[in-house]
């Protein structure tokens, strides 16, 4: 029997750009796109409903996607540095699912009961880092 490996990811793309407007300023993003994970496993959609099948890793997670925006500011002193970022991760809070967590199986219809953990919503960092 032939069937996806449970990391099959056929397209994936990450793209990164950065502008400095002064020597001590910068601002960065990036773009992270892939194609959905197989789902491991032997399900099936019908409707909004899962439900068991005779194939194996058929069922695919939507595609994932994410965009994060950075900014630095240095500030310079003698002997040492100072650079404060600000970070916006997940900018257009693209609900990005994992794996499946099954809470049961109706072993009559077939019918599986499950929820989709998600990754992170949009999320503000902000970081100090020190050089001497």
Do not use: C
Request: hydrophobic share 40%; glycine share 8%.
């Amino acid at each position: 029997m032939n069937f996806v490996s449970h990391f099959d990811q056929p397209h994936t793309l990450n793209t990164y750009g950065s502008y400095r407007f002064t020597s001590t300023f910068n601002v960065s993003g990036q773009w992270r796109y892939g194609s959905g994970f197989p789902v491991p496993g032997f399900f099936r959609t019908q409707g909004a409903d899962l439900f068991l099948t005779g194939e194996r890793n058929s069922l695919r997670l939507p595609a994932y996607s994410r965009v994060d925006l950075r900014a630095n500011k240095a500030f310079l002193f003698e002997k040492w540095k100072l650079t404060l970022s600000a970070e916006l991760l997940n900018v257009t809070n693209h609900k990005n699912l994992r794996i499946p967590i099954i809470d049961g199986i109706d072993s009559t219809t077939g019918r599986v009961f499950h929820h989709f953990g998600t990754t992170m919503p949009v999320l503000p960092a902000i970081g100090v880092a020190i050089e001497f």
